[in-house]
């Protein structure tokens, strides 16, 4: 399998139980509920799985639980990038050998690279490798990747997909890139707009949630019938607002364990959403399960 060139990718959550340890049995029940799905594949070890809270052997054992649950039916992408460049190259390694997709690498963060240190970043990780890369334009790098740069990465030949954190630069990077690079927006608020824009889809944490209702935006643009894509993103806007309202993941694990799945609570520094808090998120979903055709029930 290969990463998706187009559809709705899920950046898979970590749950975590009362004593702060990997719930390896609750993430196994995800994958194996959004594997039943439409979704298009999944990111395991991204942000929304709290990547950097876990340990080396943490990250083993998830990406072995992914691919083993998705027995084939879903591409999983490995969360690999981060600032440990060895830790990087050990975990490519590891997905290569545990039969990945590809590879997710989010631009190095809080160092202030210089254009050819990130460009020589992201080199060497995609010419260590014959999987296929997705990379991350991340907001939470001292200095995201520009027009320009991504340009240039996309002459490599295992450099296939974007995940664009920067949605001012979407549209361009669509109209220069796009016939090289899947554009994949990383703000599900914008789904439908880069759709519009003839981006390829996105990363989307609330298909964590509502899996149905997330697929049915990208369905709905590709057939053609923006209205409908339109109308879906609205109805789903409040809850994403609802889902990054704090402490991310926090609530889109409190969102989760509210319909039935696995959220579980969040590792410290990181803290669990209130009562109080979630009240007005349980609300949200309500109002969103209360707006939408039957058939996109599926997953609430």
């Given amino acids: 399998m290969s990463?998706?060139?187009?559809?709705?990718?899920?950046?898979?959550?970590?749950?975590?139980?009362a004593t702060e340890d990997v719930d390896e049995e609750g993430f196994r029940r995800n994958v194996a509920f959004l594997t039943a799905h439409a979704v298009h594949g999944f990111v395991v070890l991204p942000t929304a799985g709290e990547a950097p809270s876990l340990t080396?052997?943490?990250?083993?054992?998830?990406?072995?639980?992914?691919?083993?649950?998705?027995?084939?039916?879903?591409?999983?992408?490995?969360?690999c990038g981060g600032l440990n460049i060895?830790?990087?190259?050990?975990?490519?390694?590891?997905?290569?050998g545990a039969g990945s997709a590809g590879l997710f690498v989010i631009s190095p963060y809080f160092y202030k690279l210089s254009r050819e240190e990130y460009l020589s970043y992201y080199r060497r990780v995609a010419r260590s490798t014959a999987l296929e890369l997705l990379i991350y334009n991340s907001t939470y790098a001292n200095v995201p990747l520009t027009l320009e740069m991504i340009e240039e990465l996309a002459d490599e030949p295992n450099i296939v997909a974007l995940k664009e954190g920067n949605q001012l630069q979407l549209g361009d990077a669509v109209r220069r890139v796009g016939d090289r690079l899947s554009i994949f927006t990383s703000r599900d608020i914008y789904i439908y707009e880069t759709l519009a824009l003839g981006g390829h889809g996105a990363i989307a944490f609330s298909a964590n949630v509502v899996p149905a209702v997330v697929v049915a935006?990208?369905?709905?643009?590709s057939r053609g019938?923006?209205?409908?894509?339109?109308?879906?993103?609205?109805?789903?806007?409040?809850?994403?607002?609802?889902?990054?309202?704090?402490?991310?993941?926090?609530?889109?694990?409190?969102?989760?364990?509210?319909?039935?799945?696995?959220?579980g609570r969040v590792r410290a520094p990181l803290s669990n959403?209130?009562?109080?808090?979630?009240?007005?998120l349980q609300e949200a979903l309500?109002?969103?399960?209360?707006?939408?055709?039957?058939?996109?029930?599926?997953?609430?």
């Fill in 273 to 280: 959403l209130t009562a109080e808090e979630i009240g007005p």
């Fill in 217 to 221: 935006i990208f369905d709905a643009a």
């Fill in 3 to 17: 990463i998706p060139r187009q559809g709705i990718i899920v950046p898979l959550v970590t749950p975590f139980t």
């Fill in 86 to 96: 060895r830790e990087t190259e050990i975990l490519i390694r590891h997905a290569e």
């Fill in 225 to 263: 019938d923006l209205e409908a894509a339109r109308r879906l993103q609205f109805r789903l806007s409040p809850l994403i607002w609802k889902l990054v309202s704090r402490s991310y993941p926090a609530p889109l694990k409190a969102a989760m364990d509210l319909v039935g799945l696995r959220g």
């Fill in 56 to 79: 080396l052997d943490e990250k083993r054992r998830l990406i072995d639980a992914a691919t083993e649950e998705a027995r084939g039916k879903k591409p999983v992408i490995v969360g």
């Fill in 286 to 300: 309500r109002q969103l399960q209360d707006a939408i055709p039957a058939s996109t029930r599926v997953g609430m």
